[in-house]
């Protein structure tokens, strides 16, 4: 690997300095996965061992915080859509090179740089981690991997093929925690289980929009290059109900709650149990549109017995409903009160008690209830027996790329998973049964959802 250079203390001083001229304000969050980020308060950048060389598309919102927890590393280049947006980061970082379209950042640096971080929204992030992964680049793509089935076999297969070091952006799966519940199943804490609930609040406006058809078109602002942003999408008219930060509920633009937080409490789900792909996925919904999600579910994933494990029934709910959040409506062994407090849970139902998670990820140990049974799981806790993760997610990828091996959330992992996810994805589009044939990539017996496992493309572009 060639030698890095980190973000100097020089640089971080004339940063301060052009920042003391002010930065822009009310900026629009458009080509960020997650935004607007405030940025925190500058200090000196840390001191950072063996510092990677890093490049990031997208640096609003989730590429901002993205960052500035990765200050210390050398960040070759940016490249953001959006001007405006950008240029808090831009005037934070005056020295790193910056570009509107991510394939010149790719085509100009691709030599200097340790691995990229795709930091913008779902339906752009096949057709740029594409672009790095064919320029032998490491890439660290934030969840979902993508919007479509298609898609995320599509980058699995790019990155198997070039050899490249990748890693989903589902944070919680190098969580110590995580290994700490998976013990505590696999050593018969709850008994045998056989049910998982997984519920969030997600769907909640202004971030989430529900409208049953397109909407007007508005002028595109001069600091914004919109057909950049649309990448390979077909082109539609820019609308303020896309951006800032409202595209996720759109179809063709996002995967709605269960491709956004589902990536998440499904990691936690196939880590722990080891689930695999359900024979069946149904969903309820209020009603079904071409261009948006709904805006609530009800949805359940039956996984088949695999080797000692029984078959598995996976619950999701999400989104309002009359004014309040969908949750289950009881869990066992969990009060109610417990339910109703929560606003993103997973629980694991066994024969003898129920694992909690109070979190879309498995951020911190689980709880057992009933509290009698947790307090004989504590007086007699599981061994550890599986490695702790050392450091962040960020480090385990960075860790990867120096030892020459997979990551723990690499493609090989992470495309399978969002296949699972957007399975349910394509219940709630059709109203129908999902059977799927993962041998053929289309359903049994279901030729609407089979038409949605590739996306939309513009003309001219195929997905072959």
């Not at 997650?34 to 940025?39: I, K, L, M, T």
């Not at 280049?77 to 240029?87: G, I, L």
């Not at 640096?109 to 064919?134: F, K, M, N, R, Y």
């Not at 990539?441 to 072959?464: C, E, S, W």
């Amino acid at each position: 690997m060639a030698p890095h250079f980190p973000y100097t203390r020089r640089q971080a001083l004339k940063t301060l300095a052009a920042l003391g001229a002010g930065a822009l304000a009310g900026s629009r969050s458009l080509y960020a996965a997650d935004g607007p980020a405030a940025a925190p308060a500058k200090k000196a950048p840390p001191v950072v061992k063996d510092p990677m060389r890093l490049a990031f598309i997208g640096v609003g919102g989730q590429g901002s915080l993205n960052l500035h927890n990765l200050v210390g590393h050398h960040f070759v280049a940016f490249a953001d859509v959006d001007d405006a947006f950008a240029a808090p980061v831009y005037q934070e970082f005056p020295d790193v090179p910056r570009h509107r379209d991510y394939r010149a950042l790719i085509d100009k640096h691709h030599q200097e740089i340790d691995g990229v971080l795709v930091c913008t929204p779902d339906h752009s992030h096949h057709p740029i981690a594409l672009a790095a992964i064919e320029a032998g680049l490491n890439v660290f793509v934030e969840k979902p991997l993508a919007t479509t089935i298609w898609e995320c076999r599509s980058l699995e297969a790019a990155a198997r093929r070039q050899k490249v070091v990748t890693q989903l952006g589902i944070q919680g799966h190098s969580a110590g925690a995580l290994r700490v519940l998976r013990e505590w199943l696999e050593a018969g804490a709850i008994g045998t289980v056989r049910t998982v609930h997984l519920w969030t609040d997600r769907m909640q406006p202004p971030r989430y929009v529900v409208t049953p058809e397109l909407p007007p078109d508005e002028p595109v602002p001069d600091t914004l290059d919109w057909p950049l942003w649309l990448a390979s999408r077909p082109h539609r008219a820019f609308s303020s109900l896309y951006v800032p930060n409202r595209w996720r509920n759109w179809w063709d633009l996002g995967t709605g709650p269960i491709g956004d937080i589902g990536a998440h409490m499904f990691d936690v789900v196939e880590y722990a149990l080891g689930v695999g792909f359900p024979d069946l996925v149904e969903a309820e919904v209020p009603s079904i549109s071409p261009y948006i999600a709904p805006p609530w579910t009800r949805a359940r994933w039956d996984f088949p017995a695999r080797g000692t494990r029984p078959a598995v029934s996976v619950h999701w709910c999400n989104g309002t409903k009359d004014g309040a959040f969908v949750r289950p409506e009881s869990v066992p062994h969990l009060p109610v009160e417990l339910i109703a407090a929560t606003t993103n849970g997973i629980a694991f139902v066994g024969d003898d008690g129920t694992a909690f998670v109070n979190d879309m990820r498995a951020s911190s140990t689980p709880r057992i209830y009933p509290p009698e049974r947790e307090a004989e799981v504590l007086a007699n806790r599981p061994p550890a027996t599986l490695p702790r993760p050392k450091g962040s997610h960020f480090d385990d990828w960075f860790t990867a790329i120096r030892e020459g091996r997979p990551a723990g959330a690499d493609f090989s992992y992470g495309a399978p998973l969002m296949e699972v996810v957007l399975l349910g994805q394509l219940a709630q589009r059709t109203g129908k049964p999902v059977r799927w044939d993962r041998a053929a990539m289309r359903t049994k017996d279901n030729p609407a959802a089979d038409a949605l496992v590739r996306p939309p493309l513009r003309d001219g572009l195929t997905a072959d």
